[in-house]
């Protein structure tokens, strides 16, 4: 009903209003509904905004990982023995399946994976792709390439593993380390005010969780809190 109005600065929109010689009144009431949309409006795209991050935190790692599975299944050409084409076959059928099972959600962006994962029961709130795939595939996957004949100066490939895109890895754990250093300053206010047992032991694990996420390996999947570290979250 307002869409021409939403483009507009709140003096053009006064003055597209005066000119259609309306009662003061209305003026003021379509004003604020329009203020209103405008608001709404500008809430939904933050918030889709930050879902869509979120989603791709999930399905960034998870493609990275389909196209190196793609590569590693071409090495060696029509010599490649059986084993390594079906396992890499299986590993990439078993990724784009989830990929297909995402699709939905992260373009309607209703939900954050992590909302969708608490349903679910997922482990670790769903934070990595590879909580998404339930732990029997991973087994029949991990079986199907430890039977794959390692070639020499090879490395066996290792399905699932807990990765991170570089820019992602090194966002998510400046962000862990800001927000937790944060928490501790706060902590430690309150434990100079009122010291009890409690606080002191958090203290402590929190100090703990900082030597851990300043040890990360590069690239390793950075959870969103701290006391996820320490299998606490």
């Known amino acids: 009903m307002y869409e021409t109005y939403i483009k507009l600065s709140a003096n053009e929109l006064h003055n597209r209003l005066t000119e259609r010689n309306l009662h003061p009144s209305e003026i003021e009431r379509i004003k604020g509904e329009v203020l209103t949309l405008k608001e709404t409006m500008r ?43 079906l396992a890499f076959s299986e590993y990439i059928r078993i990724m784009e399946k ?30 990595h792709w590879t909580d998404w795939i339930p732990a029997r595939v991973k087994d029949k996957i991990s079986l199907l390439f430890a039977d794959v004949p390692v070639v020499p100066r ?10 991170m895109l570089p820019d992602q890895f090194n966002k998510s754990k400046t962000r862990l380390l800001t927000k937790t250093q944060k928490e501790i300053s706060n902590l430690e206010r309150k434990i100079a005010i009122n010291p009890t047992e409690a606080r002191s032991d958090k203290l402590k694990q929190m100090e703990r969780a900082i030597k851990i996420i300043e040890a990360l390996d590069k690239n390793e999947a950075v959870p969103a809190t701290w006391s996820k570290l320490l299998g606490k979250g």
């Open 43 to 85: 809430v939904s795209r933050i918030t889709r905004t930050q879902r869509k991050a979120e989603w791709d935190k999930v399905l960034q790692p998870l493609r990275y990982e389909i196209n190196n599975a793609r590569v590693g299944m071409r090495y060696g050409g029509e010599q490649a023995p059986q084993e390594r084409t």
């Open 154 to 163: 090879g490395k066996r490939k290792t399905p699932f593993q807990r990765t």
């Open 98 to 127: 989830l990929v297909a099972m995402l699709d939905a959600p992260y373009k309607a962006l209703d939900s954050t994976p992590i909302q969708i994962a608490r349903d679910k029961g997922l482990p670790n709130d769903g934070e």
